[in-house]
């Protein structure tokens, strides 16, 4: 399937859009901030199963006539297991106990499975050991695409990168989205999708820049991204379908993680075509930085 679509005409909007995206994600995250779930901020964590499937709603209006305001309730595996996450309470050793009576006073035939407590400080230690993942991947990711590449095609590879993370936290911080350890995990999925659809577009563009001749840099860009377009949305539609499922069927307890990743996928498609290209474009990349260098004493070899 043949293309023909000129991206680079449209992409001073595209930079546009992504920098109002970017700044609102920004501005955000700074008042929002984002809504840490428990793995994060800390607290109780009790798994029961019940003799027969249970109304959620009913497990949280329990919850709310008996004084607590900051939980999840979830199913976890079948329709009779659930799994209730109550936010730290200080000098409250006995949450889990507590909670557990409340669940057994309602349904007798009701069987703990476990209680856990996640403590503030393991909370904030994943937060920033997560923080650091990414940034970590980051910089390796860098130093890969300049090794593998040129510098002007990992700095558009980071700032890619860069643009789709912020923009993923910025909307859980805009829309007060649980943030917990799966959409972490969501965030450094993304980072390897895009980093995939970023390398195919760059490697194409290379090639190309080596060899077409006589044709402006915005035409090998455009060139480059619709000769890969096929396979880029069918790679992207494919996994779509895959999170979606996940997102509608997979159960609360992995929302999250789903949405992130949805969210990941279509802005990563995005970035891959028009950041990366208008940082490319922007840094005047052309076929002299693409030129392949002759081997040192090369001019000798020829010689009789």
Known sequence: MDFNIPFMKYRKIAAYAS????????????????????????????????????????????????????????NFG??????????????????????FALVQANDPDTELKRVEFVGPQIGSELRDQGGLGMLVALAMILLYVAFRFQYKFALGAVTALAHDVIIILGLFSLFAWDFDLTVMAALLAVIGYSLNDTIVVSDRIRENFRSQRGIESIEVVDLSINQMLARTLITSLTTLLVLLALYFLGGELIRGFALALIIGVIIGTYSSIYVVANMLIMFAINQEDMAIPEPEGAEFDDMP
Do not use: C, H, W
């Open 78 to 99: 079948s329709d009779r297991d659930v799994l209730i996450k109550i936010a730290d309470q200080p000098g409250n050793s006995q949450l889990g106990d507590e909670v």
């Open 19 to 74: 920098l109002a995206l970017f700044v609102i994600s920004v501005v955000s995250l700074s008042f929002r901030g984002l809504s840490l779930g428990l793995d994060f901020s800390g607290g109780t964590l009790v798994e029961v199963t019940y003799e027969d499937s249970v109304n959620l709603e009913e497990v949280r209006g329990m919850l709310t006539n008996n004084g607590f305001d900051d939980y999840q309730v979830v």
